[in-house]
């Protein structure tokens, strides 16, 4: 179980320039509280649920409602040092499932009501980890698309690439410190095969953690982090600082 908020700030613009402030009539305020489930039926397939409640607020009003769930799966392949020296491989897929409340259900709406996509979105990634001298690396790629993106009609939506690195300490009975660095590069739509100007987007965000174990099976987490706010890094992106505090109960 985890309560998140993210706060908008300001944008980049399509020339990759920052802007702070946002349009009254957009949300700066966002809270995404989440129960997620999984199971690990297999030592190699780890099957999760995840199910969002958002709540979001402008100058103008606040809304909230049930947002886009994730069906997917964690896949463990090679265990860390299977070979000696090898990193751990992992596996994940998964597809946000459109549930949220969609801005075509209806016209009139307030955007501050829309919690969906509207699509379903497929992701699939793969991560690598190793430890040296006590400290754990990992590097990272996820790949995510809307379906419509599979299904090459006139209008396309483009693509999103996320590389990944991150970096963790353990503090044994005191925790678990990470790190990581996400750069988010989304492709130009296309309409009629042709790229559509300004549709590209990139961004890359910072963040830090910390994870304390109160039991055996349950723990304590929390996350902070910022887009970078440096001109020319981002590119029709909103920038926004998060916080995620969450609690996990494992059974295993």
Known sequence: MSSGMRYLYGSFNKESKLAFGRPAHLPFLKFDNELQ?????????EPFLRLPVRIQTSANKTGAGFADMTLGARIPV????AIIGMPALTFFSSVAIPTGTKFHNQRDMAIEDITSSGNFVINAGVVLEKEFAGVNYGLGYTFSAP???????PLRPGAEHAPMCSVGYSLDDWGYLSGAMVASFQERATVNHQPAANTDRRKVTLSAGYTLPLHSHIKI???LGTDV??????????SEIFFRLGMRLGVF
């Not at 090679?78 to 040092?81: G, T």
């Not at 440096?230 to 909103?238: A, C, R, T």
Request: proline content about 6%; overall charge negative.
């Open 37 to 45: 489930i999984m199971f690990r039926l297999l030592p190699f397939f």
């Open 78 to 81: 090679v265990k860390e040092d």
């Open 147 to 153: 379906i419509d993106y599979f299904a090459g009609g």
């Open 221 to 223: 987490s929390g996350q």
């Open 229 to 238: 706010a440096i001109p020319y890094i981002g590119k029709n992106f909103d």
